[in-house]
């Protein structure tokens, strides 16, 4: 049986410490849309900063309210937690959401899935345009709720939440097709693979998936060896804190390990 447990602080540090030395630059790159990538993505900051979305950071970060807060991604139990504790563990850093912003501007996702809202700030940072459409799916009821007045207060209108475990919400998105796909959701081995096998469903040939904390654990890390062996799966890029992966037949199978 496959390890579920996190890894310890000092454990990612060193494998964070491999892959950094490991990774590469746009040198010696040969596929041109990784090439592309890394130059105007990976290597830009244009147009991906957000001061509103981290005010709202902020504000949830100082944000002492206790909520019941339901652990469906990892432990699958419900505990009374603080707001600014969630938001100190949970949402993604700055760093990354200005990145995934940058890859949805720069690929022209337009219509976009999340797994795993979580308090809302990096959907927030998805919607980079009002043409941009976002369903989330949330499976902790009150923690939706502050994700929705962080939209309300940056008046994003274009993102619907639909709460509840994802075995019954992804059925409200069944026959829809998304140009994005962020799981992040469940840091398990057997879901990870299982929400892919079933949202390439809801792809096309151009559709971008990424997935959140791929060196989390050993479960994570074989999910993510399992879905770059897969023969749909042509490029995949890791970034260490998150993986891409394309299903696009025109391209090579190739698998970048990229420097961030």
């Given at each position: 049986?496959?390890?579920?447990?996190?890894?310890?602080?000092i454990?990612?540090t060193?494998?964070?410490?491999r892959y950094?030395?490991?990774?590469k630059?746009?040198?010696g790159?040969h596929?041109?849309?990784v090439?592309?990538?890394?130059?105007?993505?990976l290597?830009?900051?244009?147009?991906?900063k957000?001061?509103?979305?981290e005010?709202?950071r902020?504000?949830?970060?100082?944000?002492?309210t206790?909520?019941?807060f339901?652990d469906?991604?990892?432990?699958?139990?419900?505990?009374?937690k603080?707001?600014?504790?969630i938001?100190?563990?949970?949402?993604k850093?700055?760093?990354?959401?200005?990145?995934?912003?940058?890859i949805?501007?720069?690929?022209?996702?337009n219509k976009?899935?999340?797994?795993?809202?979580?308090?809302?700030?990096?959907?927030?940072?998805?919607?980079y345009?009002?043409?941009?459409?976002?369903?989330?799916?949330?499976?902790?009821?009150?923690?939706?709720?502050e994700?929705?007045?962080?939209?309300?207060?940056?008046?994003?209108?274009q993102?619907?939440c639909?709460?509840?475990?994802?075995?019954k919400?992804?059925?409200?998105?069944?026959?829809?097709?998304?140009?994005?796909i962020?799981?992040?959701?469940?840091?398990r081995?057997?879901?990870?693979?299982?929400y892919?096998d079933?949202?390439?469903?809801?792809?096309?040939?151009?559709?971008?998936?990424i997935?959140?904390?791929?060196?989390?654990?050993?479960?994570?890390?074989?999910?993510?060896?399992?879905i770059?062996?897969?023969?749909?799966?042509?490029?995949?890029?890791?970034?260490?804190?998150?993986?891409?992966v394309?299903i696009?037949?025109?391209?090579?199978?190739?698998?970048?390990?990229?420097?961030?």
């Open positions: 049986m496959i390890d579920t447990t996190p890894y310890s602080k454990r990612i060193l494998k964070y410490l950094y030395l490991s990774s630059g746009k040198h790159v596929s041109p849309l090439y592309q990538f890394i130059t105007q993505v290597n830009s900051n244009e147009g991906s957000y001061p509103l979305a005010y709202e902020k504000r949830l970060q100082s944000d002492t206790l909520i019941d339901v469906f991604g990892k432990s699958g139990k419900t505990y009374e603080k707001i600014n504790t938001a100190k563990s949970s949402l850093s700055k760093k990354y959401a200005q990145l995934l912003r940058r949805a501007q720069h690929f022209q996702l976009i899935l999340e797994l795993g809202t979580s308090l809302g700030i990096t959907t927030a940072y998805l919607a345009d009002q043409s941009v459409n976002i369903t989330t799916l949330e499976g902790s009821e009150r923690v939706a709720q994700a929705e007045k962080v939209w309300k207060n940056l008046r994003l209108s993102i619907q639909i709460k509840g475990g994802f075995e919400t992804l059925s409200h998105v069944s026959q829809q097709s998304f140009d994005l962020y799981l992040d959701g469940n840091h081995y057997e879901p990870t693979l299982a892919f079933v949202l390439k469903k809801n792809s096309h040939k151009k559709t971008v998936f997935f959140d904390d791929i060196h989390y654990s050993e479960s994570m890390e074989e999910a993510w060896r399992q770059k062996q897969q023969a749909d799966v042509t490029i995949t890029i890791d970034l260490f804190f998150i993986g891409i394309w696009d037949n025109s391209l090579s199978k190739e698998d970048f390990v990229l420097r961030y």
